[in-house]
């Protein structure tokens, strides 16, 4: 069955470093997602991306963060210059392809443990 | 802008038992989709069930069942014969039109045996 898969598992970075969290998202899949997960707390939206451009982005998403699609398959996070409070899971997601029903279906990935210390 | 409310933050059942977890929500939207996602302690997010605001029958998948009653807006989620492996973070979560998942505040469900 397809997934998606996201690398590292874990990432441990110092505060003030640049990070990339990468995603494969499944291979037939137009919406691409990511979200994060502080400790303990829900899980927030981030930014969406879809058609090469971001859909929709979130009050988090300032300008450290961006995300890019550099191939056919791979979908990136990118945070310029992580802070103590980036620390979180952070999930990719992917929906799509507007058929069967299944545009709105979003498949989560394991997600990256990000650590800023 | 919409909004997920889940007021069981905790709750623990035997094994074998019958659960429900309660899930309200709020919007002006008429066509969306509603969802309950696992999170187990490897934190993965794995999709249980979702629910198309405009069909009226309950989704249902193997032991995992909602009730869905859209003029209340509440989205609850029965667990039949629960087991061991059913221990998690459980979320509910609200889409609308292809665009982000809105996830309640989450119910930590426990299976004792």
């Known amino acids: 069955e397809p997934e998606v898969t996201q690398t590292p598992s874990h990432q441990v970075t110092q505060m003030g470093q640049e990070v990339i969290l990468r995603c494969v998202p499944i291979s037939n899949h137009l919406y691409f997602y990511w979200y994060r997960q502080i400790l303990g707390q829900k899980v927030e939206f981030l930014v969406s991306f879809y058609n090469n451009e971001i859909s929709e982005k979130s009050e988090i998403f300032d300008d450290q963060f961006s995300v890019e699609r550099p191939d056919g398959s791979n979908f990136t996070l990118k945070i310029r210059s992580t802070k103590l409070e980036d620390s979180a899971m952070y999930f990719c997601a992917s929906s799509g392809p507007p058929v069967a029903g299944d545009k709105d279906t979003q498949y989560f990935g394991p997600g990256t443990r990000l650590t800023v210390l | 802008a919409q909004t997920v409310t889940q007021s069981q933050p905790e709750m623990s059942v035997q094994e074998a038992e019958t659960v429900t977890l309660s899930c309200t929500y709020d919007?002006?939207?008429?066509?969306?989709?509603l969802f309950w996602y696992k999170q187990p302690p490897s934190r993965q997010m794995i999709l249980v069930i979702r629910q198309e605001a405009y069909k009226q029958q309950n989704a249902t998948e193997n032991r995992f069942s909602v009730n869905f009653q859209k003029a209340a807006k509440s989205f609850s989620l029965k667990i039949s014969d629960s087991q061991l492996g059913d221990t998690a973070m459980y979320f509910c979560?609200?889409?609308?039109?292809?665009?982000?998942?809105?996830f309640g505040q989450g119910t930590r469900l426990t299976i004792n045996p």
């Open positions: 979560a609200f889409e609308w039109g292809a665009q982000k998942l809105v």
């Open positions: 919007t002006s939207e008429n066509n969306y989709y």
